[in-house]
């Protein structure tokens, strides 16, 4: 039976009417085979023009339908609801792109345009008459989602998620929740201190029911897809029993192991068996295998004799868990940048060289020095310290390689020369900066009252190098005052790298492990820097925080909502919907080479066992139909539902004036 | 405006004010007596409004073209500055220079471009990955082609033709190591004979000694 077509031609204003003559191709669309109405309209889009569809559809009897107007990316739902509501199947709408490919790049050739426009309507008609109907699978959903970090954006997510009622997995890989927030002292601008806003969310992401908090533990393996992913997660062994463990803290009173505090940044010592800072939550403490003399020797065994709950278990063994949940947010943040490669700068070298986050850990009340700043060289306090701004930022030297700015060094070194201030009256600091950015609410008013402190100076020029008086330690930088035109050298006590943010350690690791693509940066990647912030380009997988890229808390905890309506908007309706245009096997052709494994991009096709032999089969869940797989197989025997060869070709055929579509 | 001591060693820049007397009596030669004793202070100085005449807008493009990839994308941080051996002992600053190479002040450059000594620290530092040596190799390039290659230079290749090597002693240690009872320091400048044919080859097949003014098309 022969199929009854209409064919709807919009002018979008003068975007594609200013160019090519409407009516002239709607004159020519109704000429062409089986098409029954063809008719131009200045809106499409508007309710009128979507109403006019479907009456042409009722009164005309129509079964298929090509709207000639803008990119199927605007506008395809729209017109497929239209069609849709009018009874037609709405995989039988076919658009024909006038606007983006046609009319806007050939503003100068307006008859020309015309005529191409008429091929295309020509080619869309000959390409919906081979469509198929198809139909929208949906899935059921787990409603539960993974936070991968513990830190301020994971917990903030976790609560957020929380709040509406959905359940969460956080699994954080160290001792502790808190991440990055928890080590600074103040935050910028307001002068909060960070472990007191930060405490109360860690609390409540303990005790919160719906949070399942994973602390020591690491994700290994997901698999599946948006709504059903299947991930294993490693519980490393903490040689301390969780459930009976209290944090009194008697076994580290005694534990004779002292080793460097990560958490403070290698400023401070800690035990063997630790917590990495007296807020820590969940309060349980973790055997460090490494520096244990216990593990090392055989002996000891302290901290088991002491426990008063019998928690520590130095037999305790790694264990895996498998969780099925609906939606991941990847929150892993960053690293502070390590600022070794730069020689001249003395980090490493200069015992009161130091970086920022190290300053952070001395100058905070809970650090190793009591929040007393101390020279590293005498133990003192310093009289000068000189910042030095955008180390391993802003370079695009190959040893560095990072060419973005950090966006939060400039204030973060507000705040700590600020700091400085109120702690020593007496004390000067210089800030050598390139550029101040001082961009978000309330930050320039911030730098006005930092400027405007005495003993403040900011020095435009980044440091030549940085040298140190053997004996004295203090150390001089040499740089140009580039709004002087002149070379300055000048004697600290303390110099004070901002190092940039960098994507935290495992983060191509977890790259491979959840197949989503980072920038170029190594921070992974979004799907739209403005619509689209927090998603992946893989569905159910949402990032945010640092691990997105270097930003402030507030950005942070803003993405961190962002990313738990995302997971929460997937999740609510308890089911995922499956686009129907994914790639198809016919097994009857197929021969099981495997190549369409290894080509598809997003780990679609298996090869299984059936009784006639190795066949390959789609998951449609996971297929984004590309094509990639059809494209390769060599016996051509996969093919993409909604561009199969025949409706290519049929469309091809019309362009090159092999085709049918003429009565 | 007050005449300032002629500057030693350590107090590099200390010369706003007095520009363009400096630069004659540079020892290197640098000054090409025939080019306008421009500087940078004298030019800002008395050029005190930026009127947009002086700006060449296709320096820029020319030094790209002549390799000196990225002068655009520069920060302006003054690394390169802090690291230049002549930064720090005359008053040209590198930052600033390419600052000038940006604003497409190419009447600056009729003579500084020959004082980098062409040592790459800046390079090795800068985090715009901009080569500021290269940038200046480039303006030598320019400058030579449009005003023809400075007296110094010249004199340089000639020494080179004469001799086969670019330095020789002046007359001076010559007559000097003589009354010691030195030997000379070139007991055969025969030695040479072949370096000297082998560079009029090169210089000949390039045109670089016409470049340099040593030889006229009608000479042969």
């Known amino acids: ?663 | 405006m007050t005449k300032h001591p002629e500057p030693v060693d350590g107090e590099a820049g200390d010369k706003h004010g007095d520009g363009g007397t400096k630069m004659e009596k540079k020892p290197d030669g640098a000054v090409d007596e025939k080019l306008p004793d421009e500087t940078v202070e004298k030019l800002i100085i008395e050029e005190s409004v930026l009127t947009g005449k002086e700006h060449d807008p296709n320096f820029v493009d020319e030094i790209v073209r002549h390799g000196g990839k990225d002068v655009q994308t520069c920060l302006q941080c003054g690394n390169c500055t802090g690291v230049c051996p002549v930064s720090l002992k005359t008053p040209y600053k590198t930052r600033n220079l390419i600052k000038l190479c940006q604003y497409g002040y190419k009447r600056i450059f009729f003579t500084i471009p020959w004082i980098c000594a062409g040592c790459y620290r800046c390079y090795e530092h800068c985090p715009a990955d901009i080569n500021p040596a290269e940038v200046f190799t480039a303006i030598r390039h320019i400058l030579v082609r449009d005003k023809g290659a400075p007296a110094f230079l010249r004199e340089m290749v000639n020494i080179l033709m004469k001799y086969g090597q670019n330095n020789v002693p002046s007359d001076d240690i010559r007559r000097f190591r003589e009354t010691e009872g030195l030997p000379p320091l070139w007991p055969d400048e025969k030695e040479y004979d072949a370096v000297i044919r082998e560079l009029k080859l090169l210089f000949d097949a390039t045109g670089y000694d016409r470049l340099m003014g040593l030889r006229k098309d009608d000479a042969k």
Not at chain 1, 48 to 74: F, T
Not at chain 1, 243 to 248: I, V
Not at chain 1, 407 to 427: F, G, N
Not at chain 1, 633 to 662: K, L, M, W
């Open chain 1, 1 to 663: 039976m022969a199929s009854r077509i209409g064919v709807f031609v919009c002018h979008c204003g003068s975007n594609i009417g200013g160019v090519v003559d409407c009516p002239a191709v709607a004159g020519y669309a109704s000429g062409l085979k089986d098409v029954v109405v063809a008719k131009a309209n200045m809106y499409t889009c508007s309710t009128a023009g979507q109403e006019e569809i479907k009456k042409a559809i009722r009164e005309n009897k129509l079964d298929r339908v090509v709207v000639a107007s803008c990119s199927p990316r605007l506008h395809e739902p729209t017109f497929r609801r239209v069609v849709e509501e009018a009874g037609i199947n709405p995989f039988l709408l076919h658009m024909v792109n006038l606007r983006e490919q046609c009319s806007w790049v050939h503003m100068k050739e307006k008859e020309a345009a015309t005529e191409k426009a008429k091929a295309l309507v020509r080619m869309g008609v000959a390409r919906v008459r081979r469509l198929d109907p198809l139909k929208v699978l949906e899935e059921p959903a787990e409603r539960r989602v993974l936070v991968v970090g513990g830190g301020i954006a994971g917990i903030q997510a976790a609560l957020d998620l929380a709040a509406l009622g959905i359940e969460s997995v956080l699994v954080e890989r160290n001792p502790s929740i808190g991440g990055r927030m928890a080590q600074l002292d103040k935050t910028f601008p307001t002068g909060d201190c960070a472990i007191c806003v930060l405490a109360p969310k860690m609390v409540e992401a303990l005790h919160q029911p719906l949070i399942t908090l994973l602390t020591y533990s690491e994700l290994n393996e997901v698999g599946g897809h948006a709504g059903n992913f299947d991930v294993v997660i490693e519980r490393k062994a903490r040689y301390v029993d969780e459930a009976k463990c209290m944090g009194c803290g008697a076994c580290a009173e005694k534990c004779p192991a002292k080793v460097p505090n990560e958490f403070d940044q290698g400023k401070g010592l800690r035990k063997a068996i630790y917590v990495p800072f007296a807020q820590a939550a969940p309060l349980k403490y973790t055997i460090d295998a490494a520096s244990c003399i216990h593990f090392k020797t055989g002996k000891c065994g302290l901290c088991a004799k002491v426990c008063p709950v019998g928690a520590v278990d130095f037999e305790q063994k790694p264990r895996e868990l498998k969780l099925r949940v609906g939606a991941i947010i990847v929150a892993t943040g960053f690293d502070p940048y390590k600022p070794h490669v730069h020689g001249y700068l003395g980090y490493g070298e200069h015992v009161n060289v130091i970086t920022a986050l190290e300053l952070e850990r001395l100058i905070s009340a809970s650090g190793p020095t009591g929040g007393h700043v101390r020279k590293p060289s005498d133990g003192k306090v310093p009289r000068s310290v000189a910042f030095i701004q955008c180390v391993g930022s802003r370079n695009r030297k190959a040893i560095v390689g990072n060419a973005y700015c950090s966006r939060v060094c400039c204030m973060y070194t507000m705040k700590l020369a600020q700091l400085l201030k109120e702690h020593y009256s007496d004390i000067s600091t210089s800030i050598y900066y390139i550029d101040i950015r001082a961009f978000g609410k309330g930050f320039e008013e911030f730098y006005h009252k930092v400027r405007s402190m005495s003993g403040v100076e900011y020095i435009r020029g980044r440091p030549a190098r940085v040298t140190e008086d053997p004996e004295t330690h203090s150390l001089t930088i040499r740089a140009e005052e580039t709004l002087l035109n002149k070379i300055t050298e000048r004697e600290y006590d303390l110099v004070v790298l901002s190092t940039a943010l960098v994507p935290a350690e495992g983060a191509d690791r977890l790259q491979r492990i959840l197949g989503i693509s980072r920038s170029s940066d190594g921070f992974f990647q979004e799907v739209h820097p403005k619509l689209r912030p927090v998603e992946t380009a893989r569905d159910g997988i949402f990032i945010c925080g640092c691990a997105q890229g270097p930003k402030d808390i507030p950005d942070t905890v803003a993405q961190a909502k962002a990313a738990a309506s995302g997971a929460a908007g997937l999740l609510m309706k308890g089911k995922v919907t499956i686009d129907p245009q994914t790639a198809s096997v016919n097994e009857e052709l197929c021969e099981g080479c495997g190549l369409c494994t290894t080509v598809c991009p997003y780990g679609a096709p298996r090869i299984v066992d059936t009784p006639a032999g190795k066949r390959a089969r789609i998951i449609e869940a996971l297929c984004h139909g590309c094509g990639t797989c059809a494209a390769a197989c060599p016996r051509r025997a996969i093919s993409c539902r909604g561009f199969t060869d025949e409706q290519v070709s049929g469309e091809a055929d019309e362009a090159f004036g092999h085709g049918e579509a003429g009565k």
